[in-house]
């Protein structure tokens, strides 16, 4: 079955920079990537997803970009504000198989420091 | 508003004393999913339902049921919880069963099983 790493577990990064957060996925046969946020006390939400026919993808300060062939995609955050500072998990699923069934990562915790 | 509702949000328990954590949406939404998330170890999927009485294992099912008897609920069953079931839990639903749906997620349920 699928098998999602992710990298770091912990971020620290100073207001204003960017951060990065990479994930490897195992299933050459996932072709849908979300990015979860998760507040303090509160259940993760969607912030951006990118489907396999698409390099890349922007949303204001976040990106995520998909390398198909090596099977890994990335997270980027610029001009990282406190707010920033949160859980963010990514995850692979199938989009029109097992039911959507969605493949987490372990999660990383960012912090951004002002 | 559109909310998935969880409760208890917080549990302390005892080894075997059956509970049930209840879920609910409000949103018309197929599918429904619980999920227990620990560091470093991200969301696990524990069951799924693709519509009413249709439910399915996800990856770590042991020591738990469900019941989809209507499109809104999904609870939680530990018929003889055990100290390895003290995790955060969170139920989560999403539009429909196949395609790009977003995973709107509850505020999470914290249990302790001594």
């Known amino acids: 079955g699928e098998n999602v790493e992710q990298h770091p577990s912990t971020l620290s990064v100073q207001e204003g920079d960017s951060a990065v957060i990479k994930c490897t996925y195992s299933?050459?046969?996932?072709?849908?990537f979300p990015w979860y946020k998760q507040e303090l006390g509160k259940g993760p939400q969607l912030i951006i997803d990118?489907?396999?026919?698409?390099g890349e993808k922007k949303d204001q300060r976040i990106a995520v970009t998909l390398n198909k062939t090596a099977k890994h995609f990335s997270l980027h955050i610029t001009e990282t504000q406190p707010e920033d500072s949160a859980v963010y998990f990514c995850?692979?699923?199938?989009?029109?198989?097992?039911?959507?069934?969605?493949?987490f990562g372990q999660g990383t915790e960012l912090s951004v420091k002002p | 508003e559109a909310q998935v509702t969880q409760n208890p949000r917080y549990l302390i328990t005892v080894t075997g004393k059956k509970l049930t954590v209840t879920c609910s949406q409000n949103?018309?939404?197929?599918?429904m999913s619980w999920y227990r998330q620990d560091p470093g170890l991200g969301l696990r999927q524990i069951y799924y339902?693709?519509?009413?009485?249709?439910?399915d294992k996800g990856d770590v099912p042991e020591g738990y049921k469900v019941s989809r008897k209507e499109k809104r609920n999904f609870p939680l069953i530990l018929e003889s919880p055990s100290p390895n079931q003290t995790s955060l839990y969170f139920c989560?639903?999403?539009?429909?069963?196949?395609?790009?749906?977003?995973?709107?997620f509850g505020p999470g349920t914290r249990l302790t099983v001594l």
């Open positions: 989560a639903s999403s539009l429909r069963t196949s395609g790009h749906n977003e995973q709107f």
């Open positions: 299933d050459s046969a996932s072709n849908y």
């Open positions: 990118i489907r396999s026919n698409v």
């Open positions: 995850a692979a699923a199938q989009i029109y198989n097992q039911g959507g069934k969605l493949i």
């Open positions: 949103m018309n939404h197929e599918y």
């Open positions: 339902s693709m519509n009413v009485e249709v439910t």
